[in-house]
T-cell receptor, first 112, second 117 residues
Framework: GENVEQHPSTLSVQEGDSAVIKCTYS??????FPWYKQELGKRPQLIID?????GEKKDQRIAVTLNKTAKHFSLHITETQPEDSAVYFC???????????FGTGTSLTVIP | GAVVSQHPSRVICKSGTSVKIECRSL??????MFWYRQFPKQSLMLMAT?????????EQGVEKDKFLINHASLTLSTLTVTSAHPEDSSFYIC?????????????FGPGTRLTVL
């Protein structure tokens, strides 16, 4: 089955700086890679996603890059704000089913 | 749009009892719903895939007789934790995938916190 690894597990940045979170996956058949933001005690919220036929996608301060050959993808948040503080999860899907397999999560803290 | 609800949001029960959690897609139809378990400060672990009108598919290591899943309609899936024990205490979250769409996006419910005494 799919195995998704995520790094770092915790990340602290100063407000205004950039944050980068990286994930690797094992199943070369995976073709859909969403990123979710989860605040404490709340549901995960989709913030951006990318499909395997695209190398990069950007939405305002958030961008995701995908390297299919290396089987890794990254989340980039620029001009971070305190409200970006949360746990971020990457996921991989599509290798034979609709299931999402999540990374272990990154706790991001943006210091004002 | 694409709202998923869960009920109850919190439940406390005695060891040995069964607990039913409902997951509903409120404004769309979902042929597939997913059940996850999340321990504090940990990731979402996929437990099973619930398909409308057919048996659920369980992930390796998840006991199907322990976690009963029923997906009776295109808007409702239920998870029943049978004979619950303290180790079953966790945050259970469902998600739903919309019918007839090319998107792979899953929409998550708000979760149910189960505490077994």
């Amino acid at each position: 089955g799919e195995n998704v690894e995520q790094h770092p597990s915790t990340l602290s940045v100063q407000e205004g700086d950039s944050a980068v979170i990286k994930c690797t996956y094992s199943d070369s058949a995976s073709n859909y890679f969403p990123w979710y933001k989860q605040e404490l005690g709340k549901r995960p919220q989709l913030i951006i996603d990318i499909r395997s036929n695209v190398g990069e996608k950007k939405d305002q301060r958030i961008a995701v890059t995908l390297n299919k050959t290396a089987k890794h993808f990254s989340l980039h948040i620029t001009e971070t704000q305190p409200e970006d503080s949360a746990v971020y999860f990457c996921a991989a899907s599509g290798g034979g089913g609709n299931q999402f397999y999540f990374g272990t999560g990154t706790s991001l803290t943006v210091i004002p | 749009g694409a709202v998923v609800s869960q009920h109850p949001s919190r439940v406390i029960c005695k060891s040995g009892t069964s607990v039913k959690i409902e997951c509903r897609s409120l404004d769309f139809q979902a042929t597939t719903m997913f059940w996850y378990r999340q321990f504090p400060k940990q990731s979402l672990m996929l437990m099973a895939t619930s398909n409308e009108g057919s048996k659920a598919t369980y992930e390796q290591g998840v006991e199907k007789d322990k976690f009963l899943i029923n997906h009776a309609s295109l808007t409702l899936s239920t998870l029943t934790v049978t004979s619950a024990h303290p180790e079953d205490s966790s945050f259970y979250i469902c998600s739903a995938r919309e019918v007839d769409t090319s998107t792979d996006t899953q929409y998550f419910g708000p979760g149910t916190r189960l505490t077994v005494l």
